[in-house]
Structure formats: structure tokens, C-alpha cells
């Protein structure tokens, strides 16, 4: 059995490897590809640890070193269950070389399980990445023991299992709930979405009961969130006692309870793992259609027809695509139910000024939410097996690049457009000023558009066997995304700032006016490169 | 009927990373009216001739021309008179059947009433008009491929290529299909497939090319070819040499 595990472990490795990949291909242009992406990679990991390390630098400054561990533990499970949550669907379950695995004489539960560790392996450098670098700046300032290098790498180890394992379970219960009906992948993304949300709020509700506590200080408030934290999530205080205290117990707990929860989580999943996947896998075929009217539409909206079509098809697709609709229609939902003047008096309790100081910041606060994530940045690399298609047919590369970006156009703006409205409403925003907040929305769209579009083309990758691949974990959405997310978050406290000394209007004109030509010179980027 | 060359190769090589040569200076020359079978063994380089020609593959050595444009230097105009039916068609599995005939109907620009008439016609003679509006991810593969076949059929065009057409497809599909290939070369097509089964390409085809170790060893009329004896024979000794 164990042999078996590991085999199977191994080959799923392997099957995904970008070393055997490197290894075993022939083509030099692909074999670059590979290695730009290796750097891309060791320079994404580099900025995570200077970012960790830089904030145990601030906890030792400010001798909290000791909230290091706590911090750590917390980061890393908090990551651990997001991620998890949003690759279950599509590692565990639903995923395309089932009927290959489940055709080979291994038990069900070997299979769940493998695939869970497949999980484990691959995201294990990333929690390192954190917790060594962690290690690294609590070891400067706290100088622990020697022995706490070692056992705090071993632990770190295990960190990432409870969280994965709790998440991995909650994904396996909308699974099972989603394959009882005929609409699986409409229920499945529901269900999805819906957990997504809860736990957003969660963390609201959980920041304001902590914030009950009157701690001043942002660190000591942080530390003292990381305390809270490790009383409700108790691995959180195992790991800190480990590390801090060397306790022997909250050791033994810790990975104890690790093995013990992966044991008990796959005998259930494995229980009921294979009806689960039959039902997902299988399709209802109806047999009753009649022929009807024929509609014909240009190429740029069958393209986009297509592309809706994709997305709608995958719960994967659907829940990472359209997330962030979901939360700039909730931030303006809420700003209408709120209204103008309990919005004044949140904005004033927050920071010592009316609502019109926030106001230049709209746009791109929505924008923050809406431009998470660009369709085009993913979606020429989703073609995957079905790429002879569009080869073969007669669409200029161009044609089809259009369309791809005319749907995330289709998707992003209502919900952009909607977000301005309603926080304009919300704050009093003079008309003159929400037109030019609409337009800057609207350009904010094309920008985030195309310049996903440049990243995914510059980055397709055809050859993947799971759409998370490409979807979470591709090149080129990885650089559509963390650029476009630090750089609206810095924007939106220097607009903020540079709110107080320049006209709001003239202020959004500049905005509009650098976007703009951002988004035509990407656009004429993916042009140059479909040619 | 005059007839005119619709697919010509000449000279065409395809090399993969280092130096293995898939295609080596293939040529041939399909008429309008022709049905062309193109034999050989696994891995003899058909498919690899056979994506070059659709515009799936690039190359560099050689020239493909279809209906006198180049494959190479207007691949729009090659592409709008070719339809291509891969061996293992990878259709998009959260369309309807329907939706996907309507998306490359909408790509052909074909008008409303066209696709209708057509996507009924051919729906109807392979029996899964009933399964178009169902999604192509329940379909199996034999109905998949009667799709692929609908799809490469809708915009009436001069070439159609195709890879191992007859796999997975039950008895009176691969009949029909014999039936309406047979139709459109009448009508000025031409048609140019691959296949391992041998009795089909010598009932079936007037002309034949055997590829091996990417190298044409033989072509021509069936006549011409086999002299007197059967395919099967003919390829056999062939491979043997």
C-alpha cells in the first residue's frame, strides 16, 4: 500500500514536473520558456521572504519578536486554506485523468489521498518560502537554541496539513452536495462562491471582535490578533509553544494530529470518492432537441459566445473569474443600502476627514476587485487540446484575441460601472466628477484587459492536464496579477494624497489619460504578437 | 468536369529538435474530384504531413499550396476552403452540439439559412439531431466524431483532410460517410485522409500515397500502383523493401 502511495505520488509528480519536462524536450524555444519561468518563480519566492523577513525586522524593532512563530503559523494556514479550497475542485475531484487512475488496480482512497499529497507537494514551497525566511528573522533577534532550526522546519512541514485537510474536506462536502444535481457546475460554483463570501466576513466580523479588545499599537494589535487567533485555531498556538517553549506536547500535537486528521479525512473521502467523481464526471444527455431558427452572428461574438461558454462550463473558471464581480457588486450594494450618511460617518470614524476626500480613490478601489483577475490571461492557454480548432479554422490570431478581450470587457464593465455608480451615490459625488470616475472605470477595464491579454499570450501554455495549471498557478496570469495588485493598492492612497492638492477632476483626467495609453500600447502589444 | 489541382505539396520536410526529419521532401498532388488515401505505419509521418496541411503545424522546408494560395503565406484563404476532421476530435465539451456547429457556421460566415438546411441534413444522416442540444462533454466518442464530420461538412469547401476518418465510427456512420465523400468529389472537391484500413482505401480511394520514415515510397493512381494485385500486398511489399 505504502509503495503504491508513493508510486502513484511519484508519477503524478512527474506527469506535472517542469525538470522532466526540461529534461525530455527537445525544442529549445520551449526549454527557455521553462527556465524563464524557473526565475520568475525564485523571484517571486525572493520577494516573499525579503517581505517576511523585513516584517520580523519590524517585530524585532519593536521587541515583539515573539509574535514571529504565531504569525507565521497564521499566515501560512490562512494561505494553506484558501488555496486548497480553490484547487480542490479540479485536483481532487473532477479532474481529467480519473478514468485512467481509477482503471489501474489502486484503492480509492490511494487515490484520494495521493492527489491530496500531489496537492501538498506542490504548494509546500511556497509555505517554506515564508516559514524559513520567518525562521530566519525570529533567529536574528530572538538567537533561540539551536535545536529550535531544525524542529521549527520539521513543524513547518506540517503546518500547511490541518488547514489543507479542513478546506480540502469542505470542498469534498460541496462536491458531494453538487453531485446530486443535474446543474452540477452551477451548484458547485454557487456553493463555492457562497463559502468564499461567508469566510470574508468571517474575518470582518472576527477583526472587529478583535479590535473590542482596545489594543492601539497596528504590531501589538497584529500580535495580539495572532494570540486570538492561536486560542481559536489551535495549531496556530501548538507551533508557537513548539518553537517558543519547546513543548513537548503541543509537538506531538501538532504532528500528531496532522497524521491522525489525514487518516480520518480520507477514509470519509474515500468512502464516497468514487460515486462523487462518477456523478460529476457523467452528463445528462436530454436526446430531445428539435431543429429550431438558426441565428448567425460575426466572428468577434461567436468568439465571445465561446469564451462565456468556457467559463460558465467550469466551476474553476467561474469562481476565480468571477469573484472579484461578486465583491464589487456586494461593496456597491452596500453602499447603496448604507447611504450617503452612515457612509460619512464610517469614513470619518476611519480617518479624520469627510467622504470627499476618499472620493478620487473609487475607481480604483473598485478597480482593485474587478481587475483580480483578467479572462485573456488565462483564456489562450485554456484552448489546450481544443487549439486545432481555432488553427485550423480561418480566424486571425488577432480575430480571436479580440474576442477573448471583448468578453472580459463583457464581464468586467457592468460590474465596474455599477461598483462607480453606487459608491459615487454613496459619498455625493458632484456628476461632474462620476463621469469622469465612469470613464476612468472604463479604461481601467481595457487596461486590465489587454494587458492580461499580452500576459497571456506571452505566456500560453497548451500542453497542461489540469486547468488549475493555467488558471491559478500560470505564468502568465501570475504576472497580470501581483503587479496589477500592489500597484492599484499604492495607487489608491496616492490618489488619496494627491487628492488634497490637486483638483479630484483633474486629478481622474491624468488617471485616465496614463491608463489609457497603458491599455493602447498594450493592445497594440497583443496586435504586434498576433501577427 | 475539368479538373485542377486543389492540393499540391512540394518538397515539404518537417525536422523536429535534433534533426529527426517527420516529413522528408514529401510531394504530392491532389485533383478536384480526387479521393486521395494517404497509408502508412505508426509514426510514418502522416499526421505530421496531414497538420502541416491545415495550418496546425508550421514548417519551413517546402510549400503546400491549396487551390493555388500558399498554406505558408495566406493561410486565411487555405483555411476558408479547407475543413480538417482530426483522428481524435478535442471539441469544446461545454458547447452544445448545436452551439458548436452555429460557432464555426458564425466563423464560415455562413447565413442562417445555410447552416439550417446543412446542419439538418447532416444531423439527420448521421442520426444525433436529437443530441445537439446536449452537451459535447456526454457525447461518445463515435458521435464526437460524426460533429467533427458535420462541422468540417457545414461550409462546403474544396478540401477536406482527414485523419484516420473511420475510427470510432459505427458501421453505417463509415458508410454514410463513404456515400457523401463520394458526393463531394463529385461536385469539384477533392478529398485527402489518412487511414490504416487498407480494403477502405482501395474501395474508396481512385488515388494513394505510401509515406514511410517520412518519405513518399510510393504514389498514384490505384491502378498504377498496385498492378494487379491488392493494396494490402502492394503496401506490404513496400514496407518490406
Known amino acids: 500500500m505504502k509503495s503504491k502511495n508513493l508510486l502513484l505520488l511519484k508519477n503524478l509528480l512527474l506527469s506535472t514536473s517542469q525538470i522532466n519536462k526540461y529534461r525530455h524536450c527537445k525544442d529549445k524555444k520551449k526549454k527557455s520558456k521553462i527556465i524563464g519561468g524557473f526565475v520568475g518563480m525564485i523571484i517571486l519566492y525572493l520577494m516573499i521572504m525579503a517581505y ?161 479588545n482596545k489594543v492601539q499599537a497596528t504590531l501589538e494589535e497584529m500580535s495580539a490578533t495572532t494570540d486570538n487567533a492561536g486560542k481559536i485555531y489551535l495549531p496556530i498556538s501548538w507551533f508557537t509553544n513548539a518553537v517558543t517553549k519547546t513543548g513537548i506536547l503541543d509537538i506531538l500535537l501538532l504532528c500528531g494530529i496532522s497524521i ?123 484552448e489546450g487540446k481544443n487549439y486545432w480548432i481555432v488553427q485550423s479554422l480561418p480566424i486571425h490570431k488577432k480575430t480571436l484575441y479580440q474576442g477573448k478581450m471583448l468578453f472580459n470587457m463583457y464581464l468586467t464593465v457592468p460590474f465596474m460601472e455599477f461598483g462607480i455608480i453606487a459608491l459615487c451615490i454613496g459619498t455625493r459625488t458632484p456628476i461632474i466628477d462620476t463621469i469622469l470616475y465612469l470613464i476612468l472605470g472604463f479604461v481601467l477595464c481595457a487596461f486590465s484587459t489587454a494587458w492580461g491579454c499580452v500576459c497571456g499570450v506571452k505566456h500560453m501554455k497548451l500542453d497542461w492536464e489540469n486547468e488549475i495549471e493555467v488558471i491559478k498557478q500560470g505564468t502568465g496570469v501570475m504576472i497580470y496579477l501581483l503587479p496589477n495588485m500592489f500597484v492599484s493598492m499604492i495607487l489608491i492612497v496616492v490618489v488619496v494624497f494627491l487628492g488634497m492638492v490637486i483638483e479630484h477632476s483633474l486629478l481622474t483626467a491624468l488617471l485616465i489619460l496614463i491608463y489609457g495609453l497603458l491599455a493602447f500600447l498594450s493592445y497594440k502589444k497583443v496586435m504586434k504578437i498576433s501577427k | 468536369m475539368t479538373t485542377k489541382p486543389i492540393l499540391e505539396i512540394k518538397n515539404y520536410s518537417k525536422t523536429y529538435g535534433e534533426g529527426k526529419r517527420a516529413a522528408d521532401n514529401v510531394s504530392l498532388t491532389v485533383m478536384s474530384g480526387d479521393i486521395y488515401g494517404f497509408i502508412g505505419h505508426n509514426g510514418a509521418g502522416k499526421s505530421t504531413t496531414i497538420r502541416a496541411i491545415v495550418g496546425v503545424l508550421d514548417f519551413t522546408e517546402g510549400e503546400i499550396l491549396i487551390d493555388g494560395h500558399s498554406v505558408k503565406d495566406d493561410p486565411m484563404e487555405c483555411k476558408r476552403i479547407t475543413a480538417y476532421i482530426p483522428d481524435n476530435p478535442d471539441l469544446y465539451e461545454n458547447l452544445t452540439g448545436i452551439q458548436y456547429l452555429n460557432f464555426i457556421a458564425d466563423v464560415f460566415e455562413i447565413s442562417a439559412k445555410d447552416r439550417e438546411e446543412r446542419i439538418k441534413k447532416y444531423a439527420d444522416i448521421f442520426e444525433i439531431t436529437e443530441s445537439l442540444g446536449d452537451l459535447i462533454g456526454s457525447y461518445s466518442h463515435g458521435m464526437k466524431q460524426k460533429l467533427a464530420i458535420i462541422s468540417a461538412l457545414i461550409h462546403e469547401p474544396k478540401l477536406i483532410v482527414m485523419d484516420e476518418p473511420f475510427v470510432g465510427l459505427d458501421p453505417k456512420a463509415a458508410f454514410l460517410l463513404k456515400g457523401i465523400m463520394h458526393d463531394m468529389c463529385e461536385n469539384g472537391a477533392a478529398i485527402f485522409f489518412s487511414t490504416h484500413v487498407l480494403d477502405v482505401a482501395e474501395k474508396l480511394c481512385n488515388k494513394v500515397a505510401i509515406i514511410k520514415k517520412g518519405r513518399i515510397i510510393a504514389s498514384g493512381t490505384m491502378e498504377e500502383l498496385t498492378e494487379g494485385h491488392s493494396l494490402e500486398e502492394t503496401f506490404l511489399e513496400s514496407e518490406g523493401d
Open chain 1, 260 to 382: 491522525l486528521l489525514f487518516a480520518v479525512v480520507f477514509y470519509i473521502v474515500g468512502g464516497s470518492y468514487r460515486s462523487i467523481n462518477s456523478k460529476l464526471k457523467s452528463h445528462a444527455a436530454a436526446k430531445n432537441y428539435k431543429m429550431t431558427k438558426q441565428k448567425k452572428t460575426g466572428i468577434l461574438h461567436a468568439i465571445v459566445f465561446k469564451e462565456w461558454k468556457r467559463m460558465t462550463g467550469s466551476t474553476l473558471y467561474m469562481t476565480n473569474g468571477a469573484m472579484g464581480m461578486v465583491f464589487a457588486l456586494i461593496l456597491g450594494g452596500a453602499a447603496l443600502v448604507l447611504g450617503p450618511d452612515k457612509i460619512e460617518e464610517l469614513i470619518v470614524k476611519a480617518i479624520p476627514a469627510g467622504s470627499s476626500l476618499v472620493q478620487p480613490a473609487i475607481p480604483l478601489a473598485v478597480y482593485f476587485f474587478v481587475g483580480m483577475f483578467s479572462s485573456p490571461a488565462c483564456s489562450p492557454s485554456l
Open chain 1, 52 to 212: 517576511c523577513i523585513a516584517t520580523c525586522v519590524g517585530y524585532g524593532e519593536y521587541e515583539l519578536i515573539e509574535a514571529a512563530p504565531g504569525m507565521c503559523a497564521m499566515v501560512i494556514s490562512i494561505l494553506a486554506f484558501i488555496f486548497t479550497f480553490f484547487k480542490t475542485n479540479g485536483y481532487l475531484f473532477n479532474f481529467k485523468e480519473y478514468d485512467m487512475l481509477m482503471s489501474l488496480p489502486f484503492k480509492t482512497r490511494t487515490v484520494a489521498a495521493c492527489k491530496f499529497l500531489y496537492m501538498y507537494v506542490n504548494s509546500l514551497p511556497w509555505y517554506l518560502s515564508i516559514s524559513l525566511s520567518m525562521m530566519i528573522g525570529y533567529g536574528i533577534y530572538a538567537k533561540p537554541a539551536m535545536y529550535i532550526y531544525p524542529l521549527w522546519i520539521i513543524l513547518a512541514l506540517f503546518l500547511p496539513v490541518i488547514p489543507m485537510l479542513i478546506s480540502a474536506f469542505i470542498g469534498f462536502l460541496i462536491a458531494k452536495v453538487s453531485a446530486g444535481f443535474k446543474k452540477k457546475n452551477l451548484i458547485q460554483t454557487v456553493l463555492t462562491m457562497i463559502f468564499v463570501l461567508f469566510c470574508f466576513f468571517i474575518r470582518f466580523f472576527m477583526e472587529d471582535m478583535f479590535r473590542n
